[in-house]
């Protein structure tokens, strides 16, 4: 056998699994046809920001790759939700949820992608037991009960006992395995880009809720000696592709006006980018020697800091599982049973967050307004709001 284990995919979810079951012991290849692009100002950077929530940190922290996050690292003390459904841009409506309410901790910490794919593969490196190749993707699939042969876009075949799929919602990998998927379109797009401000974020990260989409806020590190955020800025599809194409000044004062001078004046400071809004899960979560995870197994809307954290639920159950029994990785036992424990939270994720969704894109006033009452109602009952909470983190219900 050559690997272990080949994980098709290298951006986050792809980096962290491979680390995760390196630290488990396994021999890994981890594969990706594009190299990542690590400098914040390079073509096709990845602008958007990964907030881990706390299981997630402790998963990082466990397989040796938080000590090299953490500093840069902005912490999420409050999730500031803002209903901002009146004919006015300012807010008839702010709610507060503060994690001291529930735990010692934040919820979470916040991170550039581009730094994410660095600081991880530099760690991967360091690593004996991980053969980390880009310019490189898995094209072809075939499995016999008790192996896999992976076919290389160089031209070369590798065995393996496992394969696990993190290539993103238009999975090769799952493709090769004949997983069918479930697709939701919203008719939205995403403008992700990030700013600095006037006024300090307070490690408060703010999701503003108006027809057509969640406006949402993250608290990064000082940029220039300039308080910066995050934004991720969801529209109907035409009137993103409109926001993405306005020039610089109009955008800015677009941008002002939706933000609802939460955090005073914002200035763009980098390139925006845009992407489709769906959900989709597949039906299955494994096939004959091969795992799905990340968004080759589910894709969310960006609310609530679910998607990563999902993707890193995964990981955490796939390499317990391998743990526990590593003389059966990738056998039909190991991989059912990795089915049964991720299923379930992944199809209830979704159902959640897309109603959540739904309920940001309400234009008729009588819905807007019942937006805004079912906010009022879930903050002001106490045992309510800290279940949310605790169920965002990841607690099950």
């Known amino acids: 056998m050559d690997y272990d284990i080949i994980i098709s995919g290298g951006g986050i979810a792809g980096l962290t699994a491979t680390a995760a079951l390196a630290k488990a012991g396994f021999d890994v290849l981890c594969v990706d046809p594009t190299p990542p692009v690590t400098e914040r100002d390079a073509t096709g950077a990845d602008l958007r920001s990964t907030a ?7 998963l990082l922290d466990d397989i040796g790759l938080w000590d090299r996050l953490s500093a840069h690292a902005t912490p999420l003390q409050i999730m500031r939700i803002i209903d901002a459904g009146g004919p006015m841009s300012e807010p008839r409506m702010s709610k ?35 053969t980390y190749r880009t310019g490189v993707g898995a094209k072809t699939l075939f499995t016999r009960t008790g192996e896999a042969r992976v076919g290389l876009s160089d031209g070369t075949r590798v065995h393996t006992r496992l394969v696990i799929a993190a290539d993103g919602r238009g999975s090769p990998m799952r493709e090769a395995a004949g997983i069918e998927m479930k697709t939701t379109r919203y008719g939205q797009k995403a403008l992700a880009f990030s700013v600095t401000h006037t006024e300090p974020h ?9 027809t057509g989409g969640p406006f949402t806020l993250v608290p990064l590190p000082d940029f220039e000696d300039k308080h910066s955020s995050a934004i991720v800025w969801m529209e109907e599809s035409a009137k993103a592709k409109a926001l993405a194409e306005l020039g610089v000044a109009r955008f800015e004062e677009t941008m002002n006006m939706r933000s609802c001078g939460v955090l005073g004046q914002l200035t763009l400071n980098s390139e ?16 004959e020697r091969i795992v799905l995870i990340a968004e080759a197994a589910h894709v969310l809307p960006p609310i609530g800091a679910q998607g990563l954290n999902m993707s890193l639920g995964d990981i955490r159950a796939l390499r317990d599982l391998a743990l526990a029994r590593p003389e059966r990785l990738g056998d039909a036992e190991m991989l059912a049973a990795y089915h049964s424990a991720r299923i379930t939270d992944i199809r209830t994720r979704i ?19 019942a937006r805004a009452a079912g906010l009022k109602a879930l903050y002001s009952f106490a045992p309510l709001r800290k279940s949310i909470m605790q169920l965002g983190l990841g607690a099950r219900g």
């Open 202 to 210: 307070e490690n408060v990260s703010t999701e503003i809720h108006r």
């Open 272 to 287: 925006r980018t845009i992407w489709p809004i769906i959900s989709q899960h597949a039906e299955r979560l494994s096939g």
């Open 96 to 130: 507060e949820f503060n994690a001291a309410d529930i735990s010692e901790l934040p919820f979470g910490w916040n991170l550039p992608n581009w730094l994410l794919r660095r600081e991880m593969a530099t760690h991967l490196k360091t690593l004996s037991n991980v």
């Open 52 to 58: 881990f929530l706390q299981p997630a940190r402790q």
């Open 351 to 369: 159902a959640g967050i897309t109603l959540l969704n739904r309920t940001s894109m309400l234009s008729a006033p009588p819905l807007r307004d």
